[in-house]
């Protein structure tokens, strides 16, 4: 790799600079509440909800992992960059069921829904699927960046860009974290797409690539028999992580929920769904350009994770470099800032406000910054076991998440959209699936200590698309059977919390939000995902 000169530091210096600025003006300004701290005061307008929305997910670990599909073979992982009809499902299906009951956080809103002991389940459930997957991940990716990029080992590295991220979060609270995230994606998606034209033009351009990549290598449908992709689990667990992450997740549905109203945030969900399209072509082609260009014998790495970096420094001029070097570490902050924004909303709202509620306001601020620095340091304790599940960093994250995520998304989705599902139904699948999931990702880290053969090796060695679609399917029985066991809730629990229960008035004040050019855009949106799925089954041809 080619190291920083420089005009590189000057521009990064330049770009923190700003970026400090920024998250001190937010610090000056007053935060004496949890509404103003956790949810910037719920007057953010459509533009930064959906930018938020965008640079929340697309962090290092997207652009290193994401890159590193494209240069290892792993193709049909591309399904989960095509979630952008699933963000519009935030806006347009649950977004109204959250802001009419007025929740902060989603295991309040499963309080409301069905009672206090969901919230508490799904509270704690949360805070460790992100040091699993979040926390540890996007911490794993920046050492991975910020040690090529500044020559530093990966420790250092990892630990100074998440001291540098807890401080303004830390301060500075929702609106430091929406207001930057802002800035840094308009940088990364710039830089990103100044390197895929790079890349293309040093490649010999597209119909080049194709010849030396070979055209099957784009195809990201693969029959039901493949080990490690079937096309029918793929989907189905793709889907279900999906819906779990955009639609039920703190750290996506805060965003929203910080909009001004209801039309404000599925705005926002729109545009955040419009950016989701980006990243197929800014992050995932550059991988598969820098896997052509070792193959050309023009560019040399060792793992399909240092494709980004080792191709962003290779191959863009001196301060453009400078520029995404920034980015990618301005991704990573974001990210980082998101989760620990989230971390810290579920814990001190969810966990200690429900043992103090005595407590005040500024105390209750106060909680949330501290419980920001302990996640920090389990997430890092994680760390060394990433390498154990998957050998690719994204890979890793989907995984775990396709363990995480059925029985969230069984809830939320059985809770909306069927209105006889009640308490003990939902605690069952919440509990009982914690249990099964936490089980399999646990026999899957110590599956070479089994015997080939075996029963228990069997299960550990479960192709983890096959078993999530199984496990989703498990968690909805469980969720059904369950509750037809028990008294249905009453319709005043209900009122307004599923479709069954909405009252005339609400169905017009939500008709009322949305217009024409917010339909025509979604449909856009959703043929253009129609499009790339097409176009990358039919590349092989």
Request: aromatic content about 12%; glycine content about 10%.
């Amino acid at each position: 790799m080619k190291g920083l000169d420089s005009l590189d530091w000057v521009v990064i210096t330049a770009y923190f600079l700003i970026l400090l600025a920024v998250a001190w003006w937010v610090i000056k300004q007053k935060q004496k509440n949890t509404e103003d701290y956790f949810l910037a005061g719920r007057n953010i307008g459509w533009f930064i909800v959906g930018a938020s929305i965008f640079a929340s997910n697309i962090g290092s670990e997207h652009v290193v992992g994401l890159a590193g599909n494209g240069a290892g073979d792993k193709m049909p992982l591309l399904i989960y960059e095509l979630h952008a009809w699933i963000v519009l499902m935030l806006g347009w299906v649950f977004l109204p069921f959250y802001a009419r009951s007025g929740v902060f956080t989603m295991p309040e809103f499963l309080e409301k829904r069905f009672d206090s002991r969901s919230r508490w389940v799904l509270s704690v459930v949360s805070l460790i699927a992100y040091i699993l997957t979040k926390v540890s991940v996007t911490i794993y990716a920046g050492g991975v960046v910020v040690s090529a990029l500044l020559g530093i080992p990966f420790w250092i590295g990892a630990v100074a860009t998440v001291v540098l991220t807890g401080i303004y979060t830390v301060l500075g609270g929702m609106r430091a974290v929406v207001y930057t995230e802002t800035i840094q994606a308009v940088v990364l998606v710039l830089g990103a797409g100044i390197l895929t034209f790079l890349g293309l033009d040093a490649v010999g351009g597209w119909g080049e690539l194709k010849e030396t990549i070979g055209p099957e290598y784009f195809n990201m449908w693969r029959p039901n028999s493949d080990p490690d992709y079937p096309w029918l689990p793929l989907f189905i667990t793709s889907t279900v992580v999906g819906i779990w992450y955009w639609c039920t997740d703190q750290v996506i549905v805060q965003r929203v929920l910080s909009a001004k109203n209801i039309k404000e945030g599925r705005r926002g969900s729109i545009f955040g769904a419009l950016l989701k399209l980006m990243p197929v072509f800014l992050f995932l082609i550059p991988g598969v350009i820098a896997l052509a260009l070792k193959m050309q014998g023009k560019l040399h790495w060792d793992s399909p994770d240092e494709a980004f970096p080792v191709l962003m420094s290779n191959l863009m001029p001196s301060g453009l470099r400078g520029l995404v070097a920034a980015g990618l570490l301005a991704a990573l902050m974001s990210s980082l800032a998101s989760v620990f924004n989230s971390c810290s909303t579920l814990f001190t709202l969810d966990i200690y406000k429900k043992l103090r509620p005595e407590k005040p306001e500024e105390e209750l601020v106060k909680t949330g910054r501290i419980a920001t620095f302990f996640v920090v340091g389990l997430g890092l304790l994680w760390i060394p076991i990433i390498t154990t599940l998957s050998d690719g960093l994204y890979e890793y994250l989907q995984n775990v998440q396709a363990y995480i995520s059925p029985p969230i998304a069984a809830v939320f989705l059985l809770g909306i959209f069927y209105k006889r599902i009640n308490a003990n139904g939902a605690i069952a699948t919440l509990i009982g699936g914690f249990i099964i999931g936490f089980g399999k990702l646990t026999l899957e880290i110590v599956k070479s200590s089994f015997t080939e053969g075996s029963f228990i090796y069997a299960i550990a060695d479960i192709n983890w698309l096959v078993f999530g679609a199984y496990f989703f399917a498990l968690c909805i029985g469980i969720a059904v059977v369950v509750s037809m066991m028990y008294p249905a809730p009453s319709q005043a629990q209900l009122q307004g919390l599923t479709f069954g229960t909405i009252s005339p008035e609400q169905r017009a004040e939500n008709k009322a939000s949305y217009n024409w050019v917010d339909i025509i855009t979604s449909v856009l949106i959703i043929a253009i995902v129609g499009y790339i799925m097409i176009s990358f089954s039919t590349l092989a041809l």
